[in-house]
């Protein structure tokens, strides 16, 4: 069965440092991958999604992430955060010949001032 | 202009009452979606529809059914509100691709 693991429940940076959240999925087609934000109250926003091509995709707001077949992973990445990044962030997975998607349980991203 | 609006926001029901969630969307989508989250278990998908007057069950769809009278609207409802019922309710739309827009949710207790 298809799965989304986020193994960090919660993760907290200082404001400036460079931030990874971790996705691993399971899947044993080509997998369509999406990072989804969820800010405090508000509904799910996509940041970026990845369905071919050059592994490293770029999102809003300077997010990216890489795609990693051998390892089956789709990392999420920032150089620098701010504080207005706090929120949590959802890894999701779409598989081929459906619609429908495999959340993740979530990363709590606290950045602290 | 938010594309996907849900009511109410908040609501608090006693257990055995009946619930509504109402959801309306203006992206002109033929799919919507409801889904719940719960701590722990990201979202979880509980009634999707095709179209108007289409209604299909998602992976959770025991105690909820669902309604589509138009392309703009799609209701969730709870005929005996349980406990265990109480949790964060998001509907979304989406044109049958992976992208899927989501509303704001709406915070459900049932006392």
């Known amino acids: 069965a298809q799965s989304v693991t986020q193994p960090d429940a919660r993760v907290t940076v200082s404001e400036g440092a460079s931030l990874q959240l971790r996705c691993k999925y399971s899947y044993s087609g080509t997998p369509y991958l999406f990072w989804y934000v969820q800010y405090p109250r508000q509904g799910l926003q996509l940041l970026l999604k990845?369905?071919?091509?050059?592994?490293v995709v770029q999102g809003v707001n300077g997010f990216e992430a890489e795609f990693s077949k051998s390892n089956s992973s789709f990392h999420l990445r920032k150089a620098s955060v701010h504080w207005s990044d706090s929120a949590v962030y959802f890894c999701v997975l779409g598989t081929s010949g459906s619609w429908q998607l495999i959340f993740g349980s979530g990363t709590q991203l606290t950045v602290m001032p | 202009e938010a594309a996907v609006t849900q009511s109410p926001r908040n609501k608090v029901a006693v257990t055995g009452g009946k619930v509504t969630l109402s959801c309306n969307q203006t992206n002109n989508h033929n799919n919507m979606y409801w889904y719940r989250q719960d701590t722990g278990h990201g979202l979880r998908l509980i009634h999707y529809s095709y179209g108007a007057g289409s209604t299909e069950k998602g992976d959770i769809p025991d105690g909820y059914k669902a309604s589509r009278p138009s392309q703009e609207n799609f209701s969730l409802i709870l005929e005996l509100a349980t406990p265990s019922q109480t949790s964060v309710y998001f509907c979304?739309?989406?044109?049958?691709?992976?992208?899927?827009?989501f509303g704001p949710g709406t915070r459900l207790t049932v006392l």
């Open positions: 979304a739309s989406g044109d049958g691709g992976h992208e899927q827009y």
């Open positions: 990845y369905y071919s091509g050059d592994p």
